[in-house]
């Protein structure tokens, strides 16, 4: 079940980074290039970090064919289609919520402490969105949009708080995941915002 | 012989580097850690994901002294003489031709699939390229430019299709390199391109 | 001590970060990030390119807490004071020369020659300004300010150099971190530089 959901975090990331870069013009294969990055860079991350060798898409090509086929998929319906205008926002949430809670996963069944899985869980989810913002020269959003880390953060702490009294209960990953994709969703639709650093400087 | 292609890819990558970083005006030193960042970055995060400890330049220091002194010897040398207008682009290709076909044979030598192994040779291929456009502040040319990955991705495919069938013939290995090299200067002497995104949104 | 050393750089490069990412106005969240990439990229690229698992920070707590408080009280303190002019280039330099040093350390006890030793110790100290200055979409001033990555390698050429002829002398710590500083800080206050790559092209 945990790899389909993986599955599906790739899906959608590779769907938000296609729509990234397009808004870049790049070419096809630049276009693909960035979504797998997004796609699978915090999962590569958090694997180099954790020592898990080799890297998750290395022994199990679906990841790939997944990932590009996503984007191949939607580089072809963009010329027919207009694009909705927060798909590209909406499938970033679905992916930051997936990711965390996978990446936070991974860690804890490593053996490694709740505090520092929720931010492992954190890093795999924030990091494929800042990847793609850079490759395509921009201060990634991540950074100064609405609640973002924060709502990855969140879902985290509940998915390892909850993880360590009730291990093994698997209605734990959806309610995290949940808790991620909502307060990033409301964030999105109501403009929720945190205290923006004070630029006296 | 890898080894001394391995090398003369370092070689070019390295006076990639510099030229780069030199057009936006930075020190010598400034301008070495670009041109290591490109000539070593894809081979880092090959080995990275692929598992290899220590990463391949740590045991064997004559990459970052050939990688330094091509850097400093390019410093020099734009002294004194106008570098011909399209040597940047032309000491790229040269090494995107050798080290997508470096990395997807290392890939091949663990016993990774021939399609994984060929997405890691263009990996290796284009990452030091990225990293290098990322540290001058662009969006990497790779992504837009012309035939670029794509070129990288022929030659992968190749050298993983010819060498599943008549592995050890190192003849294979020329002819994968020749494969990149002839697209990527094509298409920089045509202009060749790939369809961009539609940017209707 | 080292240990002591290693956390005092933590906490100066997270002070660093989170004011230069308060400089493009951030929100809370996307400054803690910024901080953490900043004071723990560098170790864990040294940490990754040596092969050391799982990365420093896993395993200690210390590092994070150590962090993101700092980066909080920043984020907190800078809406009463208004930060002195040169705290963010002093921050990095302190940053720097610790790491730089302490990057060098870790590698020479895993029986690394001097030379790639010293350069370990420079990519440990600039990586972290560097992703800095990347997610706050800039050119890294490292590579082109005044001396910087020169001020690295001197402190990591003494340290390796003196390491190699007496081993276990602590005081060869204090002495590298000082060089490193006292040119980074003169470089800042009288404005040293390197010659800049001519730009002919």
Chains 1, 2, 3 share one sequence.
Not at 18 to 28: E, F, I, Q, V, W
Not at 52 to 76: M, N, Q, R
Not at 99 to 105: N, W, Y
Not at 142 to 160: N, W
Request: hydrophobic share 55%.
């Amino acid at each position: 079940m945990i790899y389909w959901l993986d599955l599906f975090g790739v899906l959608v990331f590779a769907v938000a980074g296609s729509l990234s870069a397009g808004k870049k013009r790049m070419d096809l294969f630049g276009v693909i290039v960035v979504a797998l990055a997004t796609a699978l860079g915090g999962g590569t991350l958090r694997d180099l970090v954790l020592g898990c060798y080799p890297v998750f898409w290395v022994s199990d090509p679906t990841y790939l064919l997944v990932g590009s086929g996503a984007s191949l998929l939607t580089f072809i319906l963009a010329r027919f289609l207009k694009p909705p205008g927060k798909l590209l926002q909406t499938a970033d949430a679905f992916g930051l919520a997936i990711f965390t809670v996978i990446g936070a996963q991974k860690a804890m069944g490593l053996g490694i402490s709740p505090a520092i899985s929720a931010i492992m869980g954190v890093m795999t989810g924030v990091a494929g969105g800042m990847i793609r913002d850079v490759l395509s020269g921009e201060i990634p959003l991540i950074l100064r949009a609405e609640i973002y880390a924060t709502a990855s953060l969140c879902g985290a702490a509940v998915f390892t708080g909850l993880s360590f009294y009730l291990p093994g209960n698997s209605g734990i990953i959806f309610l995290s995941v949940a808790v991620t994709l909502f307060l990033r969703l409301a964030a999105i639709h109501w403009k929720f915002s945190l205290p923006v650093f004070p630029s006296k400087e």
